[in-house]
Structure formats: structure tokens, C-alpha cells
């Protein structure tokens, strides 16, 4: 039996550029996981390919797949559904390949409740890490900036602490780098391997 | 306040390889931990240095650390003592700086004890993972070898439990390499960072 695949969930406030940092990661040589495509009922766009881009189905298919619990994770957003199907991710993870999902926070949280053991990444704006210094050098803001600042920051933050990694997006090319450095890591994380190896030695006996 | 450091606990099975792969990681550029030395009744060797390979003390001196609780781990093998001072530890850790001790199992877990949120990296000998590839391709082993190296892989396995990562010393360099990159993961984890951006933003409020 092949060790199970691990699964990696990059996700992120909108607009801090999970997309570009995904992209970026996978434009790299020396991957071994697989990125696991999103299935919506939105419109084809120009440029864009059908099983690359997304998995474009009607509203009924997708609320079929809905009704028969084969989602991973979902949402709606303004009268199109988006989501992860299940069955890919579940086909790759059992023959022991490792699937990467850039999702939204509500999804995300989803993936997390179903898939505990899963390696969950969260993209920071640089702005909630600048906050740290201009609080540290205080007095070069007006008090009403860092106010507006501080319940961005408290947001972020109450996303952030269901996330194992957060990974600040300043340069594209370090946050790519740093999240292959969490996954590389990770690998060697004994409660990832251990009971896969237990089991194997438990086989044998 | 500054930030505090991580404590960097690398440990494995005696003869694994600690010392040597230690010595890899702190004679390569780049590296921002700190090394504790320990501190041992035993005699010193021929070109040993007191407070670089170890602190010497007398018996009684180091019977009265353990008396002050001034120990952060400590064990008596051959009627000598070693141990990890906690006061050298402690003054680097608040000063924001990370910590790295190379210590024993037993010493390893009573680190764990007083310091929970310590980094802790067990390293492996090849034969537990290539007794895994054994498994695997049965039949090229006889049985009695492979129930000998069974029964120390277990025991191995138990200790591995109470560690974070574990790491295969195979090739030093790369065993080194695997450990830096850990580190260095570990910095992301939002359970580090977290705590300390909390109470900041608190600072400020």
C-alpha cells in the first residue's frame, strides 16, 4: 500500500495574491504535487481552458455533486457556485501524491473540519507585518491610520490561528519559497510518517 | 521586549550521529542560533576547552545547580555528570536569540517537560528507514535479522514519538541541510508567531 498523499491548502484574505503565488510555485521545476483544478458554474472567459483553469459545469451538476457530499469545499458568490470536487483530491492522496488547493478562508475552513491532517498555509498581506514595526516605531502615523490598521490586523489574525504556517506575500518569488520550505519540512514531521510506518511494521508482524 | 528565541533541541539513539551533525550545521555561514554548551564532572580530554566543548565543574559544584533547580536537563553516566545549565539558556532565549542543545534521549524528554514549545528533532539511524524498504521487498533478509532490527526499530519508534521531526542521518551534509530547512519552517508557524504579535497589538491598545 502507498503512503497517503498529503494535502496542502494555500489560502489567504482576497486580493493578497494566493493565485499569483500558486502560479509562481508551480512554474518552478522539482514539484511532485499535484494542483487540484476548482470546479465552478461561472462563464468560460477568454483564454481560459475547461480542466485546467476550472471544471466548468452547469448549476445543476454542481449542486448535484453538492447533494451526493462530493465536495470538498464550496461556496457561492454572487449566483455562482465555486469548489473543490472530492474525488480528484481522493484519487491523487491515495496513490500517495501530494494536492495542492489555493482556496478561499470559508473554504478552507471547510477542508480543515474534513481533512484535519492536512498542511494548512495562510498568505499574509505585508501590511499586517509593517503594522508590527509602525506600532514598534510609534508616532510616524496619524492615530486614525493605525486604528483602521489594527481591525484589518484583528481580522487577519482571527483567520490566521486555524492555519498551521502564515507566509507574508511581499516579494511573490520568497513567499513561493518559503511555503516549498514549509512543505519540504513537513515531510519529516513525525506524526505526518509515523503511523504509516507503524502500520507498515505492524503488516510485517 | 524583544521577541523570544526558539529552543532548538536535536537528539537520537547514542552513536546516531548528533555530535557530527551538530559540528555541519555550525560550521556552515548563515546560521543565527546559538550553541549551549553543556556542562560535565568529567575530567577533560587533551585539546578540549572549558566553556566551548564543555563547562567543567567539580561534583560538588554540580550537585548544588541540581539542588537550585539551575538545571534544564541533566543525566549521570559512569559515575559523572552532564547537563544543560538553564541560566545560559534562558538569558539567550529572552534576549530574542534561539537556542540549539545536542542532548541525549533522556535528557531530551526532560527538556520537553520543562519547555514544551522547544523545537524537538530526532535524529534517525539509516537501518530504521531501510528496515522499512526491507519490509517492503521481503524475502531478501532472513528472519532472525529481521526480527533483530524489528525490535530496535520499535524501540526507536518510541523515543521518535515524543519528537516533532525526525531526521535519517544517511549523508551528514544532507541530514544537516534537512535540519536548517525545519528550522527555518518552523519560524512560519503561526503557533510561534502568533502569541508574541497578539501581545503586541495588545502593547499598543
Known amino acids: 500500500m502507498a503512503k497517503r498523499g498529503m494535502l496542502i491548502v494555500l489560502s489567504g484574505p482576497s486580493g493578497v495574491g494566493k493565485g499569483t503565488v500558486r502560479k509562481e510555485i508551480f512554474s518552478q521545476p522539482g514539484?511532485?504535487?499535484?494542483?487540484?483544478?476548482?470546479?465552478?458554474?461561472?462563464?468560460?472567459?477568454?483564454?481560459?481552458?475547461?480542466g485546467k483553469d476550472y471544471y466548468f459545469v452547469s448549476k445543476e451538476e454542481f449542486e448535484q455533486?453538492?447533494?451526493?457530499?462530493?465536495?470538498?469545499?464550496?461556496?457561492?458568490?454572487?449566483?455562482?457556485?465555486?469548489?473543490?470536487?472530492?474525488?480528484?483530491?481522493?484519487q491523487?492522496?491515495?496513490?500517495g501524491k501530494d494536492v495542492f488547493l489555493e482556496i478561499e478562508v470559508k473554504g478552507a475552513m471547510q477542508v480543515r473540519k474534513k481533512a484535519p491532517d492536512g498542511l494548512f498555509i495562510f498568505l499574509?498581506?505585508?501590511?499586517?507585518?509593517?503594522?508590527?514595526?509602525?506600532?514598534i516605531n510609534r508616532g510616524t502615523d496619524d492615530i486614525e491610520t493605525i486604528n483602521k490598521r489594527m481591525e484589518k490586523a484583528v481580522d487577519?489574525?482571527?483567520m490566521m490561528q486555524n492555519y498551521d504556517?502564515?507566509?507574508?506575500?511581499?516579494?511573490?518569488?520568497?513567499?513561493a519559497e518559503k511555503i516549498k520550505t514549509i512543505i519540504r519540512a513537513e515531510r519529516w514531521r513525525v506524526k505526518?510518517?509515523?503511523?504509516?510506518?507503524?502500520?507498515?511494521?505492524?503488516?510485517?508482524k
Open 31 to 50: 514539484n511532485n504535487f499535484h494542483y487540484s483544478v476548482s470546479m465552478t458554474t461561472r462563464d468560460m472567459r477568454p483564454g481560459e481552458v475547461d
Open 65 to 90: 455533486q453538492i447533494k451526493d457530499d462530493q465536495m470538498l469545499e464550496y461556496a457561492k458568490y454572487v449566483d455562482n457556485y465555486y469548489g473543490t470536487p472530492l474525488k480528484y483530491v481522493n
Open 92 to 95: 491523487m492522496l491515495d496513490s
Open 124 to 135: 499574509t498581506p505585508p501590511d499586517l507585518m509593517e503594522l508590527r514595526q509602525r506600532i
Open 156 to 158: 487577519e489574525i482571527e
Open 165 to 175: 504556517y502564515a507566509v507574508v506575500n511581499d516579494v511573490v518569488e520568497e513567499a
Open 192 to 204: 505526518r510518517f509515523l503511523p504509516d510506518y507503524k502500520k507498515q511494521l505492524g503488516d510485517f
